[in-house]
Structure formats: C-alpha cells, structure tokens
C-alpha cells in the first residue's frame, strides 16, 4: 500500500468511527430510535422530493396523453417501492430496484422483440433468463431504441448496482454516477457515499428509457394491461360487488349501467 493509498484509508477509518461510532448511540434501542428519526426528518423534505419528480414524469410522460396512462399503469404495478426508497432518501437499495425493473424490463422486451416463433423463443427465453442487462443492453442500440449515451447509462447503472450489491466501495466511489473521489475502500462509506446523491436525476433517465421501449411494451403487453388496471381501478372505487367486469367495458348489477373503457 502506498504512503496516499495508507492516508486515505486512515481518512476513511476516521470518518467512519466519528460517523458511526462517535455520533451514534452503540446500544440497538436508541440506536434504532435515531435511524427512525433520521427517516422522519428525510421525509419531512417529501414535497420537495415528490414535485421534483413529478417534475421528472411530466416532461417524459406529459399528462394527459396515451403516453402517460401506460407509464401510470406500469408505474401502478412496479414503482411503489422506487417511490419509497426515493422520498425515505435510502438510495443505495433505489439503485438496486431502479436496475432490477429495468434490467427485467429489457429482457421482456428483448424476447417481444424477437421474430421467431413459439418453439424457437421458448429456447430463446430460457438463454435471456441467465443473462443481464449489460449483456441486453447493446442489442436496444442496435434496435435502434436506445443510442449510445443509453445504453453508457444502463450499463454505468448496473455497474453502480452491482458494486452497492457486493459491498464494493471502491466500484462506487469510482461511478460516474456518484461522481466521488475514487478512494473509498470501506463497505459503510457506500451508504455516505450514495446518501448525499439526488437520485431524480436516476428516476428521470430511467424513465425515459422505459419511454424508449414504450411501443414495444404497447404492443405486446401496454393495452391489455393499462386497459385491466384502469377497469380494475375504477371497480374497486365504485363498489366492486356492484359492477362486473366485461372485455372493454364495465356492468352495473343494479343499475344495468355500462361504462365503456376508452
């Protein structure tokens, strides 16, 4: 170990022991009572959080267009916990899930994507379910779905994940993503690392390439399920022992009512 590589460790170990151990009580009580505060005090930095965002959403997805009613239908079934890690501010586990929907995302669209037929792409689904999205991740350029600076993205995405999911701090001290100084070697400074970050800027570039692959989901998945959740949602909010469901449309038992699903 050289003499800066020794000096930065010893930076790092200090840091650590004064943010672990000297700032925080050592008995898991009270210990636990200052990380529950801790999540109330990020929470109390909701709104702000939460119109960023939506911010975000609005300018991939703007309000009401077709675009906006899948992404809210997709959003609906995969996001619930992106949205509570994200205002709970505990990024390192958001990268984890923002990479594992986009990752499993991509090889569901990769095997739409496919024009091979039934035999074939069960062989084919049986390959993709051992690989990974920085092995996917070119074949969306050559689609042309993604470009270059995507698919830098996805593949610096799963780079990130991937040294939070292995406890490699010096992977993600050295993202391009966390932008930090490189020397960080100890697994705690992870969470210090990636707690100062505003991951929006995640949220937003994830969602545009959702956006990107929104024709191929339309096509072989988007109406059937915007269509399901919308029918679904607008049952339970109604009375759902009043109304059955139909293809497109809504019955009303009592009323004999129908609402058509447009």
């Known amino acids: 170990m050289s003499k800066t590589q020794k000096n930065n460790a010893e930076k790092e170990a200090k840091r650590l022991l ?24 990020a929470l109390k930095l909701k709104e702000h959080k939460i119109a960023m965002l939506v911010k975000a959403i609005d300018d991939s997805f703007p309000p009401e267009t077709p675009n906006r009613g899948f992404y809210e239908a997709f959003a609906s079934l995969s996001f619930d916990t992106v949205y509570s890690l994200y ?45 990974t999205l920085r092995d996917v991740a070119p074949y969306f350029v050559k689609y042309g779905i993604w470009d270059e600076k995507d698919k830098d993205f996805a593949l610096e995405l799963t780079k990130l994940r991937n040294g939070i999911a292995h406890k490699n701090a010096e992977i993600v001290s050295r993202s391009k993503l966390v932008k930090g100084s490189g020397q960080d070697r100890h697994y705690e400074s992870i969470h210090s690392l990636m707690n100062k ?22 096509k072989n998945l988007g109406n059937t399920l915007y269509l399901s959740i919308r029918m679904y949602h607008r049952r339970f909010m109604m009375g759902s022992c009043q109304w059955e469901q139909g293809d497109g449309y809504l019955f009303h038992r009592k009323t004999k009512s129908v609402i058509i699903n447009s």
């Not at 151990?21 to 200052?34: C, G, K, N, W, Y």
């Not at 929907?101 to 689904?125: G, M, Q, T």
Request: hydrophobic share 40%; charged share 25%; with cysteine.
């Open 18 to 41: 004064e943010e672990k151990i000297a700032s925080l009580p050592l008995d898991s009580e009270s210990r636990l009572h200052v990380i529950s505060d801790n999540m109330e005090s």
């Open 197 to 218: 970050m505003d991951c929006t800027s995640f949220n937003a570039r994830g969602t545009g390439q959702w956006h990107q692959m929104y024709d191929v989901w339309k």
């Open 87 to 131: 205002l709970q501010n505990n990024n390192s586990a958001l990268i984890v899930e923002l990479q594992g929907i986009l990752e499993r995302s991509c090889l569901n669209s990769l095997e739409d994507l496919l024009p091979i037929d039934d035999i074939a792409k069960e062989i084919i689904i049986d390959v993709l379910s051992k690989k």
